[in-house]
Nanobody, 115 residues
Framework: QMQLVESGGGLVQAGGSLRLSCAASVRVFSIDVMGWYRQAPGGQRELVADITSDGRANYADSVEGRFTISRDNAKNTVWLQMSSLSPEDTAVYYC?????????WGKGTLVTVSS
């Protein structure tokens, strides 16, 4: 049973940076797409970024140029480097692994950006 554990969330001032980490408890395969989603207070869960095993990344328009996603298949880990944060980035961030049609989710880590 795959478990995903996020870390790195917290409180940061606008303009600051944070790096989120997500470690999978079991082996991640090359077919798996790893990514980050977020859900703002009162909002819907949305894709932030995802990445394939060969390093091809996809970003939401709202974070393009500010966030960077990366992964290490040997460590079963995915990171999200967040820079130039704004209050609009405040949300619970969830790690995700997509294997064909099946999704695995972490419990989430809260990122709060103050103004």
């Amino acid at each position: 049973q795959m478990q995903l554990v996020e870390s790195g969330g917290g409180l940061v001032q606008a303009g600051g940076s944070l790096r989120l980490s997500c470690a999978a408890s079991v082996r991640v395969f090359s077919i798996d797409v790893m990514g980050w989603y977020r859900q703002a207070p009162g909002g819907q869960r949305e894709l932030v970024a995802d990445i394939t095993s060969d390093g091809r990344a996809n970003y939401a328009d709202s974070v393009e140029g500010r966030f960077t996603i990366s992964r290490d298949n040997a460590k079963n880990t995915v990171w999200l480097q967040m820079s130039s944060l704004s209050p609009e980035d405040t949300a619970v961030y969830y790690c995700n692994v997509k294997r064909w049609t099946k999704d695995y989710w972490g419990k989430g880590t809260l990122v709060t950006v103050s103004s």
